[in-house]
T-cell receptor
């Protein structure tokens, strides 16, 4: 079945760039998403990318998509302590936009001052 | 932007009682809402799709009679955990898709349920 994999933990120093990686299996996914979750809170949408795009940049965030390898990454430039959170990669169920998502396990980002 | 409000944020109940969780879309209409469950330090698992005007669609392995879903209006879906047991303790999060193709899911802030 469909699966989304992420590394579980990443530690960086404040000011450095963070790169969080994700692989997925459903090649028909139309949209791929990055969500942020702070402790005890819900999910905050960070950004999303349409499957026919290779890259999307939004201020400090850069999303790279390699559809051939089914690899998605999120780069956070100039990482701040407030960026410490769990980051979830998610793919949409199949083609189109059903609104149903499959989530990865989440990557805990630790930012050291 | 689109906002989804979920209530309550935390609830503690005794085994055998029922708990209702509300999910509201505040500035848009949602004919469909999604209920997810998150275990500690784990990912989110889709439980069911709530459909306005029709029955909810449950994912495999989710007990329909335990997790009752009612989509009462275009802005409100409720999840009722019936006859709760300690193993039902979890973080429940609702979501709704925004308008337009590709519009991402907008999530509520979640409900931490603890069953004692």
């Amino acid at each position: 079945g469909e699966d989304v994999e992420q590394s579980l933990f990443l530690s960086v120093r404040e000011g450095d760039s963070s790169v969080i990686n994700c692989t997925y299996t459903d090649s028909s996914s139309t949209y791929l998403y990055w969500y942020k979750q702070e402790p005890g809170a819900g999910l905050q949408l960070l950004t999303y990318i349409f499957s026919n795009m290779d890259m999307k940049q939004d201020q400090r965030l850069t999303v790279l998509l390699n559809k051939k390898d089914k690899h998605l990454s999120l780069r956070i430039a100039d990482t701040q302590t407030g960026d410490s959170a769990i980051y979830f990669c998610a793919e949409s169920y199949g083609s189109g936009n059903t609104g149903k998502l499959i989530f990865g396990q989440g990557t805990t980002l630790q930012v050291k001052p | 932007g689109a906002v989804v409000s979920q209530h309550p944020s935390r609830v503690i109940c005794k085994s055998g009682t029922s708990v209702k969780i509300e999910c509201r879309s505040l500035d848009f209409q949602a004919t469909t809402m999604f209920w997810y469950r998150q275990f500690p330090k784990q990912s989110l698992m889709l439980m069911a799709t709530s459909n306005e005007g029709s029955k909810a669609t449950y994912e495999q392995g989710v007990e329909k009679d335990k997790f009752l879903i009612n989509h009462a209006s275009l802005t409100l879906s409720t999840l009722t955990v019936t006859s709760a047991h300690p193993e039902d303790s979890s973080f429940y999060i609702c979501s709704a898709p925004g308008a337009g193709e590709g519009s991402p899911l907008h999530f509520g802030n979640g409900t931490r349920l603890t069953v004692t």
